[in-house]
């Protein structure tokens, strides 16, 4: 099946540079371009992309801004942010948003490609040692609060429910962590699903952000 794909970037020349990139990629095809977080929100609506390549910084509204509204309107399309530098206040703030992950602008046609992949798959798209050093910098000074449920949601979680939230946030996939645990990969699955509705989170990234701020996960 053939991912859709929107790029929103404010630069003329790396719209068209990621759009002729993605599209010579085999099961990729990029359906629209957005100059800036307004217009990417609108075309998400008229164009229903599976996932929104999209610039941090841009005129009129910013992609974090951009990324709250797609999330908040839209169940299926994944937002996967891009960013010049790794790290960044601005990736964090998008991360809580609701972005799947993040890639720098200077990334090859094939990481590209395969961010898309794993974005559009449902999976996060988190270097583990990125992910530590955005949180650790930054956790102290979101402006909104963190993503903290209450207590009676956070002791409802099985210890092998919080053994699996700790390896999300070390940034494993389903199937790693199933290898770890000797365990199926639908069992995987279901232990995720579990946690996201039991902490009332969006996703995996959210609950990567969650395990550390929550300090399951210590960085170092």
């Known amino acids: 099946m053939t991912i859709r794909v929107l790029v929103a970037d404010d630069q003329m020349m790396v719209r068209e540079g990621f759009s002729v990139l993605l599209n010579a990629m085999p099961g990729i095809e990029v359906v629209g371009e957005a100059v800036n977080g307004r217009d990417a929100v609108t075309k998400v ?5 599976d996932v929104v390549l999209m610039d941090i910084r841009m ?7 951009a990324t709250r509204e797609i999330v ?3 169940g299926t399309a994944k937002v996967l942010v891009l960013t010049t530098f790794d790290l960044d206040e601005y990736v964090y703030q998008a991360l809580r948003a609701g972005a ?3 890639l720098l602008k200077d990334a ?16 996060a798209l988190l270097a583990p040692s990125v992910t530590k050093r955005l949180i650790t910098t930054f956790s102290g000074m979101a402006e909104t609060p963190r993503l903290m449920p209450s ?3 956070y002791g409802e979680l099985t210890d092998r429910e919080t ?12 199937a790693e962590i199933a290898s770890r645990l ?4 639908s069992t995987i699955k279901t232990h995720v699903s579990r946690i996201l509705v039991k902490l009332g989170l969006r996703d995996r990234t959210q609950a990567a952000v969650f395990a550390y701020e929550a300090r399951l996960v210590t960085p170092g």
């Open 72 to 74: 908040a309107a839209d």
């Open 59 to 65: 005129p009129e509204m910013n992609g974090i801004e």
């Open 100 to 102: 799947s992950g993040f």
């Open 163 to 174: 053994e699996v939230l700790v390896l999300i946030a070390q940034g494993l996939s389903n």
């Open 151 to 153: 207590q009676e949601a």
């Open 108 to 123: 090859s046609a094939r990481q590209l490609a395969d961010g898309v992949r794993v974005v559009a798959a449902g999976e």
């Open 182 to 185: 000797v365990v199926a990969e």
């Open 45 to 49: 609506r008229e164009l229903a992309p």
